[in-house]
C-alpha cells in the first residue's frame, strides 16, 4: 500500500475523531442542562470528562467556537453562545457566490428556500397582522418608492420589509432565517447588479405584496411574493449566462 493511500485514510480519521469531541462537547452542554450565558466547564475538567488531551480539546474548542456553539472570553472563561447564525450567513453566502461563477445553482436554492419560507408562511403572518404592524410595512414600501423615484437603491427598506411582514408571528428563529438569507441575498444581489426600471418595478411589486397583506387576501400575497422571487431568479441566470 503506497504512502499516498494512507495518508488520507489517516487525516480523514484525525478528522473523523474530532468531530466526535465536538459532538460529546455539545451532548455535555445539553446534559448539564447549559443555557446561553452559562460558564461552560474548565478546559482541565473537560480534559477529565471526555478523555482528551488538552491541544486536542483547544482544537474542538476552536471549531464549535467558530460555529456559534461556545464563546472564549479571555480572562474569564468559556460560556455557552448566545444565538449567532453568523457562520451559517458566511458560509451560504461563499456558495451562493461562488456558484455565481458557475451554473449559480447553489444562489438560485437559496432564492427557492426563501420563496418557500415567506410565500409558505404569509398566510399565517395576515392572519395576526395588526393595523400598526400594516402602518410599519406601509412605511416601509413608501421608503422603496421615495428611493426608487430617486434611482437610489434601498436595500435596508426591503430588508425592514420582510423583516416587518412576518413579525407579527413572533418566531425568533423565523426572524433568524430571514435575516441569514437577507445578508447572503444582499451580497449575490450586489454581485448581480440592478438599478433604473429594477428598483420602480421592485417597488412596485413590494406595494401589491402589502395591499394584499391589508386586504387579508392570502392567495394573491403568495402568488406576488413567488413572483417577486422570480424577478431575481432571472437576473441570476442573465448574470451567470453573461459570464
Not at 82 to 104: K, Y
Not at 167 to 172: S, V, W
Request: with cysteine; net charge negative; aromatic share 6%.
Amino acid at each position: 500500500m503506497s504512502i499516498s493511500t494512507v495518508a488520507p485514510k489517516a487525516r480523514f480519521s484525525a478528522q473523523a475523531r474530532l468531530r466526535a469531541l465536538q459532538a460529546d462537547i455539545m451532548e455535555l452542554i445539553l446534559e448539564r442542562d447549559l443555557d446561553a450565558g452559562d460558564p461552560m466547564p474548565t478546559e482541565s475538567e473537560l480534559c477529565e470528562v471526555l478523555g482528551v488531551g488538552r491541544n486536542t480539546l483547544r482544537e474542538s474548542l476552536k471549531v464549535l467556537q467558530a460555529l456559534g456553539v461556545i464563546e472564549i472570553r479571555h480572562g474569564f472563561g468559556m460560556f455557552v453562545a448566545p444565538s449567532n447564525f453568523d457562520a451559517l450567513a458566511d458560509g451560504l453566502t461563499f456558495r451562493g457566490r461562488l456558484s455565481l461563477r458557475h451554473e449559480g445553482l447553489e444562489a438560485l436554492q437559496l432564492v427557492d428556500i426563501r420563496e418557500a419560507l415567506e410565500s409558505g408562511l404569509i398566510g399565517a403572518s395576515i392572519a395576526v397582522v395588526t393595523k400598526e404592524q400594516l402602518a410599519g410595512i406601509e412605511a416601509a414600501v413608501a421608503k422603496m418608492e421615495e428611493l426608487a423615484a430617486r434611482g437610489e437603491p434601498f436595500a435596508e427598506a426591503d430588508a425592514e420589509f420582510h423583516r416587518l411582514l412576518f413579525e407579527p408571528l413572533g418566531n425568533d428563529l423565523l426572524m433568524n432565517l430571514m435575516s441569514v438569507f437577507w445578508k447572503v441575498y444582499r451580497k449575490i444581489h450586489v454581485q448581480v447588479g440592478t438599478g433604473g426600471s429594477d428598483l420602480l418595478h421592485t417597488a412596485a411589486q413590494h406595494r401589491t405584496i402589502y395591499e394584499a397583506v391589508a386586504a387579508q387576501d392570502v392567495a394573491t400575497a403568495s402568488q406576488m411574493l413567488s413572483s417577486h422571487f422570480n424577478g431575481i431568479r432571472a437576473k441570476i441566470r442573465e448574470f451567470v449566462e453573461a459570464e
